[in-house]
């Protein structure tokens, strides 16, 4: 069990789902670059917080709900979370007759991603959930703005292992402060840190010295 002092952002175990380097730029170096995609990302989130809890018909909607895990070390804020009337297997809450059960939609403004950044957050969201309100969540709900569509999130064996094992994973990177190295691939066109990990370059000691060499060897007899 961790400490309130010990606690890491969700947002955090989300970069580094999506990449370590990137993790440690922003989160122990300090660094972001924001660009058209993250702007935007901003924006549907704040939207997504607006406005006080609210009744339609069976459901109840609560906003920016704050979450921590004090077994997984990890604290955040979700979007929104949904309580469903149920007529059993559900939870009680204050004031409110009737039993309901959680379901967290998480916003997102592009497309569904290749990796699976996503549903590790939501997944965390969850667990987070799940231990303050000692109940089992079995989906989420991640909404996309580009497509205005919802996907499930269905919270299997495998993702619930593959988040515990992040957070640890994170709290272990985060006690060394070392940024993890570069390693170039495919995602980093997508990354808005591009211009400041600049992953070719920095992606090891092979890669600097072809780049030094080519670059002597490039140099005219009597120049430098």
Not at 175 to 184: D, H, I, L, Q, R
Not at 190 to 205: D, F, I, T, Y
């Amino acid at each position: 069990m961790y400490t309130e002092d010990d606690l890491l952002p969700i947002s955090a175990l989300q970069h580094l789902a999506f990449c370590e380097r990137q993790w440690g730029l922003i989160h122990l170096e300090g660094l972001w670059d924001e660009n058209r995609l993250t702007a935007e990302g901003h924006i549907l989130h704040d939207r997504a917080h607006e406005g006080e809890t609210e009744m339609r018909g069976d459901v109840r909607t609560a906003r920016g709900l704050r979450l921590r895990s004090l077994r997984l070390g990890l604290t955040g804020v979700a979007d929104v979370v949904e309580f469903h009337r149920v007529e059993d297997t559900g939870i009680s809450l204050a004031d409110i007759t009737g039993l309901w059960s959680p379901v967290i939609v998480e916003y997102k403004r592009g497309k569904p991603k290749i990796g699976r950044e996503d549903e590790v957050q939501i997944c965390a969201q969850a667990l987070c959930l799940e231990e303050m309100l000692e109940v089992v969540m079995q989906d989420g709900i991640l909404f996309y703005g580009q497509p205005r569509r919802r996907y499930e999130v269905v919270f299997t064996e495998q993702l619930r292992k593959e988040t515990e094992s992040l957070a640890a994973r994170l709290h272990e990177l985060s006690g060394k402060e070392v940024t993890p190295p570069a390693e170039y691939s495919k995602k980093c066109k997508s990354c808005s840190l591009l211009n400041l990990c600049l992953p070719k370059v920095a992606s090891g000691r092979r890669d600097v010295h072809g780049y030094m060499a080519r670059t002597i060897s490039n140099t005219e007899p009597g120049e430098g």
